[in-house]
């Protein structure tokens, strides 16, 4: 894969006029994009199709938890839209990734489509020990994470979203033939904003990520083309 193939830009925006101007003004430079909870909300179903329409990839990522069957339903909703890439939580159990996976097969099958690769998210990095205790999931926290990548692909999903800490761990356990995609991405000269554990666009891929997901450094930057190619040199290793 080129490089330009494997920088998603999250479009954290509240409209779809918002979201247009800035796929339009990156669409040159990059070639995937990454719709939330916000913009999906904000705009609804049809953003998906808007935003390809420049040309480019969406990655949804609305993280679906819930019983297997209302999963499954969402999951075959969400394939009609063809994106490239979605995801689910894998807290949600094997069972509902599982049924998932299968379902989402059948219906790209049945619409002859492209399968959307479907990632699962392990535990949220916004949770720390503390947090986590809280809720019950003792232990250390890596443990848990690559215990819930492995579920996630005996279950037939197509990788997981990881922290630039777990990356090179889940890399090691799960093989080549698994995707990573990471966020908490940073660049030397951006700032971290909210991210904590951060890493470099380099250490990233090095660390064996497939894609990674980059908002506010390019989308708040003032020339948002310019550092998006910036991030694009910066991920040549
Ligand atoms: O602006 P920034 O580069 O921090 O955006 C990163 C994107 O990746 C956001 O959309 C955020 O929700 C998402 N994300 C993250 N950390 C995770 C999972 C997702 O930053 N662990």
Redesign the pocket.
């Known amino acids: 894969m080129n490089v330009i193939d494997r920088l998603i830009v999250?479009l954290?925006v509240d409209s779809e006029d918002k979201a247009i101007a800035m796929a339009e003004r990156l669409k040159s430079d990059v070639k995937f994009f990454?719709i939330?909870l916000e913009l999906f909300s904000s705009c609804g179903p049809q953003i998906v199709g808007r935003i390809k329409e420049t040309g480019c990839g969406v990655f949804l990522?609305l993280k679906f938890h819930d019983i297997p069957t209302t999963v499954v339903k969402a999951a075959v909703a969400v394939t009609k839209l063809e994106p490239l890439i979605f995801n689910l939580h894998a807290l949600g159990g094997y069972d509902m990734m599982r049924r998932a996976a299968e379902a989402v097969a059948d219906e790209a099958a049945r619409l002859k489509i492209v399968k959307p690769k479907i990632l699962a998210v392990t535990i949220?990095?916004s949770l720390d020990e503390k947090a986590l205790k809280e809720i019950g999931v003792g232990g250390n926290s890596k443990e848990a994470v690559l215990r819930l990548a492995g579920l996630a692909k005996k279950a037939g999903l197509d990788g997981v979203?990881a922290?630039p800490a777990e990356t090179k761990a889940i890399r090691e356990k799960m093989g080549g033939d698994f995707l990573i995609v990471t966020?908490?991405v940073r660049p030397e000269w951006a700032v971290a904003?909210d991210?904590k554990r951060i890493a470099t666009p380099k250490a990233a891929i090095r660390d064996g990520a497939d894609y990674i997901?980059?908002?506010?450094?390019i989308t708040e930057s003032k020339n948002p083309a310019e550092a998006a190619r910036a991030i694009l040199k910066e991920m040549e290793i």
Do not use: E, H, W
């Not at 997901?213 to 450094?217: A, D, E, F, L, T």
């Open positions: 999250a954290d990454k939330g990522d949220l990095t979203v922290s966020p908490g904003n991210q997901v980059i908002g506010r450094p």
